[in-house]
């Protein structure tokens, strides 16, 4: 279970990384200088304004005619035929996403990229929590779908890709580092294009590092 993301990198100087790639960023206008991009691998601790939490606001990165562009919007999506009868969902399996027609529309216009320091969820140990951050001074990009309509309604919301062993339902997220993010947001991505980007450009185990927490409430948090 996912219960928190460290978001100190905004997405606007998301995009002065992404502009800064040079060809790799090719076809896409950012609006944006050039600018170097770090975060601290340090997992604590994390000012409360940085800690977005189910239900709160996040920023994030997508692709609009040709431009990238930031949007703001709450992690937890309510899909309307899910109103009143579900939680907003905060994260979703990408085989699902992918193969499923009843999330079509979303799929083709609501991919978006949330640049993180890392995250916190439920360890094995049900009183505490692990934190994942990046091994390198580099931001990590996780992939994850958004409604974000022009006139705010109460389905509007952001969750989270998974992917993994399908059969023993192990995911994780589906995160990227630099300009190997962008092709998710690539309009024309399908399943096939999806499950090999998983498996080639998504950020491995050894790129990353684990801390367990040493309480399950969040610095910052409620």
């Known amino acids: 279970m996912y219960e928190c993301l460290v978001q100190q990198?905004?997405?606007?100087d998301s995009l002065a990384f992404f502009a800064q790639r040079g060809s790799h960023g090719a076809g896409f206008n950012t609006n944006a200088a050039s600018a170097g991009l770090c975060v601290t691998a340090n997992p604590k601790p994390h000012a409360q304004q940085s800690l977005i939490k189910p239900n709160m606001q996040v920023s994030a990165i997508r692709r609009r005619g040709g431009h990238l562009e930031c949007i703001k919007v709450r992690w937890g999506w309510s899909p309307i035929w899910s109103v009143g009868t579900m939680p907003p969902m905060t994260h979703l399996p990408l085989h699902l996403v992918m193969r499923s027609k009843v999330f079509d529309r979303i799929k083709r216009e609501g991919r978006v990229l949330v640049a993180v320091d890392g995250w916190y969820e439920s360890a094995e140990t049900a009183q505490r929590l692990s934190y994942?951050?990046?091994?390198?001074?580099?931001?990590?990009?996780?992939?994850?779908?958004?409604?974000?309509?022009?006139?705010?309604?109460?389905?509007?919301?952001?969750?989270?890709?998974?992917?993994?062993?399908?059969?023993?339902?192990?995911?994780?997220?589906?995160?990227?580092?630099?300009?190997?993010?962008?092709?998710?947001?690539?309009?024309?991505?399908?399943?096939?294009?999806?499950?090999?980007?998983?498996?080639?450009?998504?950020?491995?185990e050894p790129q990353l590092e684990r801390v367990l927490a040493t309480q399950r409430r969040v610095q910052g948090g409620h």
């Open 9 to 12: 990198v905004s997405s606007k």
């Open 132 to 204: 994942t951050t990046s091994r390198q001074r580099s931001p990590i990009f996780l992939a994850a779908l958004a409604q974000a309509s022009e006139t705010p309604n109460g389905c509007d919301g952001l969750t989270l890709v998974t992917y993994g062993d399908i059969t023993n339902k192990q995911q994780r997220l589906l995160a990227f580092t630099g300009e190997e993010a962008l092709r998710w947001l690539r309009p024309d991505l399908d399943w096939e294009q999806a499950q090999q980007i998983a498996a080639s450009a998504a950020v491995a």
